[in-house]
């Protein structure tokens, strides 16, 4: 069986990864290196317990480092991994250039270039689909690059960087919003809103139209992707410059979408401001946000408050830069053909309610 390499491995998709691998007893060596440690790191008791499987080591590192990335790639007996996926780039939206370039371009291009002194088999950068123009239209792997948040430009330029090194054996993978359990910041922000709306007693309100696509892809089959296009590369080398392949499944989810969960789940009336609100809310977006998350922080607390959480990882915010009318819609179809199937080809209210049983679990959202 290959041996694998996760780095950023403690992080949301790294530690959905890792559970998928040990649970499925896909890998003889199953590396993690984070600059978090586990124990610090909010874990269900199903991802500790894979933590704490015999195939797993970790590592503490600052991958920024060319020194300490190199320590993670060291292995004993001086084979080589088979697999490298890095997960470790920033995730945060809303900050300045110098920590992109830090912690996206630097970070990505350091364990890359560790990669091929390795002799890594395969290399896997997991950028995002926010390269992509915001079109209507579905993007396919091909389509025109207009990336249209800070992460993404930066993640577009790391892509760049990567596909020029020499012996790289490269392939980038462009998801669209993740959401499932451990997720904070994909579709989490708007089930806790809607939380929110149900203690207010008022109706939830989205900016734009509910058309306004924000396409989803479950945690669970962006592992099973990342494991599928790692064996699949080894057996099929990618070209010179890399393979890229789109992470999206079929549900072309859009607001109302989500919307549509949010009421069945939560029992409340939802609803969208049009343009002309919208529009004006965009000419001052940044007071709006804030206003937004101020409406929506201080009653979260006081849920948690009432329900004797004192301590949570979880947060209604929702940034300025995914509060514009952007419309990320991404064909997810070219994978199929190296024979991957979704397992979580639509989202489902199942899937949500999975997320808040997952956290309810953990005691970080209340019980009903």
């Not at 978090?36 to 590192?61: C, G, L, N, R, Y």
């Not at 249209?148 to 490269?170: D, I, S, V, Y």
């Not at 139209?209 to 479950?218: A, C, F, P, Y």
């Not at 940044?286 to 301590?311: C, F, Q, R, Y």
Request: aromatic share 8%; charged share 25%.
């Amino acid at each position: 069986m290959p041996t694998i390499l996760v780095l950023g491995g403690v992080g949301f998709v790294g530690r959905n990864l890792v559970r998928y691998l040990v649970e499925e007893g896909l890998a003889d060596e199953i590396r993690v290196a984070d600059k978090v440690i586990p124990a610090t790191a909010w874990f269900s008791t199903a991802v500790k317990a894979a933590f704490e499987s015999d195939k797993v080591t970790f590592k503490q590192a600052n991958l920024v480092n060319a020194a300490s990335a190199e320590k993670c790639f060291a292995r004993e007996d001086e084979q080589p991994w088979d697999i490298v996926i890095n997960l470790a780039a920033e995730t945060k939206y809303s900050q300045v250039d110098a920590i992109y370039e830090e912690k996206v371009i630097s970070l990505s291009t350091t364990v890359a270039d560790q990669a091929v002194q390795n002799k890594a088999k395969i290399f896997i950068h997991v950028s995002t689909a926010q390269v992509y123009d915001a079109d209507k239209k579905p993007s396919s792997e091909k389509a025109k690059l207009k990336p249209w948040t800070g992460l993404a430009r930066h993640h577009l330029k790391a892509e760049q960087e990567l596909t020029k090194m020499e012996g790289l054996n490269l392939v980038i993978v462009r998801p669209v919003v993740i959401y499932g359990p451990g997720d904070t910041q994909g579709i989490t922000p708007r089930l806790i809103t809607g939380r929110v709306y149900q203690h207010l007693g008022e109706e939830m309100k989205c900016l734009w139209t509910k058309e306004l696509k924000i396409n989803t892809v479950h945690v669970r089959d962006v592992a099973r992707a990342l494991w599928h296009l790692g064996t699949h590369h080894l057996k099929d080398p990618p070209a010179a410059k890399g393979e890229v392949y789109n992470l999206a499944d079929q549900t072309n989810t859009d607001q109302e979408t989500v919307n549509g969960h949010i009421r069945n789940i939560f029992k409340i009336q939802t609803g969208f401001q049009g343009s002309i609100i919208s529009n004006f809310a965009k000419l001052h977006l940044e007071s709006v946000t804030e206003d937004v998350n101020d409406k929506h922080m201080e009653p979260w607390s006081e849920i948690l408050k009432n329900a004797g959480i004192s301590n949570s990882p979880l947060t209604p915010y929702l940034d300025q830069e995914l509060l514009y009318n952007n419309s990320l819609c991404v064909d997810g179809s070219k994978i199929e053909s190296t024979g991957f199937t979704y397992e979580v080809p639509k989202m489902t209210e199942e899937k949500l309610m999975e997320v808040i049983a997952h956290y309810q679990d953990m005691g970080v959202w209340p019980k009903e």
